[in-house]
């Protein structure tokens, strides 16, 4: 495997150990697609650092997990923030 991709895998693993982050936002940290950062961290990772490898996997299980509860609050926030918009216009 090429150096650079083994530092890049290490790299998003070690933020989404230390930010207990999402894919999405270790994608958007450094810059690559979520595609990338999925296949770095649950297949190139394992070969890597077996270890990190089981760390990060239980984050990443845990944000699946969480996944629909973050939805949902964001479309409560969505809808409150539009309610107070119209009040405002209206106002």
């Known amino acids: 495997m090429r150096e650079y991709i083994e530092e890049r895998t290490l ?3 070690n933020y989404i150990v230390d930010n207990n982050a999402t894919v999405r936002q270790t994608a958007k940290r450094f810059g690559i697609s979520k595609s990338t950062v999925h296949k770095d961290v649950s297949e190139r990772l394992q070969d890597i650092d077996h270890a990190l490898f089981h760390e990060v996997r239980k984050i990443l299980e845990e944000n699946m997990a969480e996944r629909h509860i973050r939805g949902g609050l964001a479309t409560k926030r969505k809808y409150a923030e539009k309610k107070e918009s119209n ?5």
């Open 87 to 91: 009040a405002a216009a209206h106002a």
């Open 11 to 13: 790299e998003a693993a």
